[in-house]
């Protein structure tokens, strides 16, 4: 692999916004969902720079970003629809999980969200990509998610 032709790491990133308040456990599993969702709206790898890496027995570990990705944590589902706002207004890219996603089949969800209005809908998270800086300058007062 030529590394001279990466982009610098420090230019792109993805980060991640989770809601305290929700069990860790439904939080991983709406980070997992965010996460797949946002590669796929994005749908240029290219871009998001995945790499595989080969250990010395010739195993590959395919798909790792280049980018970091950051995972922060909110007080609640206000501060993380707040950032969510902001990325609409930017254009910036994103996916976010709600508590209408976590009951019953697709359909139930998709239903039980479309029968929820944005304004009482429960955060448990959001995932961006985007440029390094201005993905600071709204997301730079969270802290690491621990």
Do not use: C, W
């Not at 994103?94 to 209005?117: C, L, N, P």
Request: net charge negative; aromatic share 10%.
């Amino acid at each position: 692999m030529d590394f001279t032709t990466l982009p610098d790491e420090k230019d792109y990133r993805f980060a991640a916004i989770l809601n305290k308040k929700i069990e860790v456990g439904k939080l991983m599993n709406a980070l997992g969902h965010m996460t797949a969702g946002l590669s796929g709206k994005v749908g240029d790898a290219e871009k998001m720079v995945f790499l595989d890496y080969v250990d010395k027995d010739g195993g590959t570990h395919p798909a790792i970003s280049h980018f970091p990705f950051i995972v922060l944590t909110a007080d609640n589902s206000n501060m993380i629809r707040t950032i969510r706002n902001e990325a609409l207004v930017r254009g910036i890219p994103f996916t976010d999980f709600t508590s209408t996603m976590t009951v019953g089949t697709s359909q139930q969800q998709v239903e039980a969200t479309a029968t929820t209005a944005e304004s009482n809908l429960e955060y448990f998270g959001i995932v961006l990509f985007g440029g390094t800086q201005e993905l600071k300058e709204f997301t730079g007062k969270f802290s690491l998610f621990r």
